[in-house]
């Protein structure tokens, strides 16, 4: 039996229009006086440290702990006031899916893996009504490589629930990364190609299922695994 299930947020959950990317480019912009260098950069299944990482290389700007604190304070003030003028929404399949979860007899908790950092992972979601679905999570706070966010997310499920499995969590996402941070802690992955990667793209990384969007698997399917 699955007992947790655990969702990127960008791509996998939702779509936002760019939002975060754009907070990206405004943050450096407005805090560092840095202008382009966005558009060099991959985002997809990225956390928010390596890509902040990254842009300060391309800058020249020294990579501090004074640095980050500076970017992110004014990033999540950025990522707001964007969020409130997206567009974008739930990801197809998502709602009825988080549904269908949380409505079974014994339905598993669940959680968040993610690359973006706690409160912007919450600003994206609140928006969209889905944030207070979420029990735990794992964000770019608990570490800068995705591995080690999912053993950070994965202990913390263990504390919750008692003799959790790795094979009794399920990875949800839509990149390379999130399948391979689903098997560095021995985790089930449901791949989604509504974000990062093709269906093809995903199919060939061989997870436990790839589909298409959420409509396309039964929770029976995930849940008694």
Request: one cysteine or more; glycine letters at 12%.
């Amino acid at each position: 039996m699955t007992r947790l299930v655990l969702f990127d947020v960008d791509g996998t959950l939702v779509h936002t229009g760019g939002a975060g990317k754009n907070a990206f480019a405004r943050t450096f912009a407005v805090a560092f006086n840095a202008h382009d260098g966005v558009h060099k950069v991959n985002f997809g299944g990225r956390t928010d440290i390596s890509l902040a990482r990254e842009l300060f290389g391309i800058h020249d700007i020294p990579a501090t702990a004074e640095n980050f604190r500076h970017f992110f304070d004014h990033y999540a003030f950025c990522l707001d006031h964007l969020m409130s003028q997206a567009g974008g929404g739930a990801c197809r399949g998502v709602r009825d899916f988080i549904r269908a979860l949380r409505t079974r007899p014994e339905p598993p908790m669940l959680g968040l893996l993610t690359g973006n950092i706690r409160l912007g992972a919450e600003i994206k979601l609140r928006h969209y009504d889905l944030w207070e679905m979420f029990e735990t999570g794992g964000f770019a706070d608990d570490d800068e490589n995705r591995d080690h966010i999912a053993v950070a997310v994965f202990e913390r499920g263990r504390r919750l629930l008692k003799d959790l499995r790795p094979e009794e969590v399920v990875v949800v996402g839509d990149t390379a990364h999130d399948v391979r941070c689903g098997r560095f802690i021995g985790a089930k992955v449901l791949a989604v190609a509504t974000g990062g990667a093709s269906y093809q793209e995903l199919k060939q990384l061989s997870p436990h299922w790839a589909v298409e969007d959420l409509t396309q698997v039964g929770v029976d399917e995930i849940i008694g695994c």
